[in-house]
């Protein structure tokens, strides 16, 4: 039987008017420290963003997300900070058309990359 390690996740929500405080859940960030495991899982689908926002700048908000996604990688100067850094910079709690849920904590029995791709399909798609 796997070792089971902690693992820390955030749901990624675009909150088109923040205001409003509607948003759409569009991916999934999942930190593993033990594994030494940074990833996100975003999924853009424009339809139901467009159902909720008909006004919303797809095009900014792919480079939100693109910026999000070069932070976990570890680029640019943020991307510097060591992992739990970026993941705690990452999940702060922010008002701008990208957030995160609060994060939440889990054990994965297996490998990281199968709990986030679990995570993404139960809470995004």
């Known amino acids: 039987m796997p070792d089971n390690h902690l693992y820390e996740y955030a749901v990624i929500r675009v909150v ?6 509607e948003f759409l859940n ?4 999942l930190f593993c420290k ?5 990833q996100t899982i975003i ?6 963003l467009r159902a909720i926002s008909p006004g ?8 939100y997300v693109a910026a999000f996604e070069k932070v976990t990688r570890g ?21 701008s058309i990208l957030q995160t849920s609060r994060v939440h904590p889990g054990l994965c029995g297996g490998e990281p990359g199968e709990t986030i791709e679990r995570l993404h ?4 798609l």
């Open 56 to 63: 919303l700048d797809i095009e900014a908000l792919r480079g």
């Open 121 to 124: 399909a139960e809470l995004v």
């Open 16 to 21: 088109p008017r923040v205001e409003r405080e």
């Open 26 to 29: 569009v991916g999934v960030i």
């Open 75 to 95: 680029e640019g100067p943020i991307g510097r900070l060591d992992l739990a850094s970026r993941f705690r910079w990452l999940t702060a709690m922010r008002s």
């Open 43 to 48: 999924t853009l689908n424009e339809d139901k």
């Open 34 to 38: 033990h594994k030494k495991f940074l």
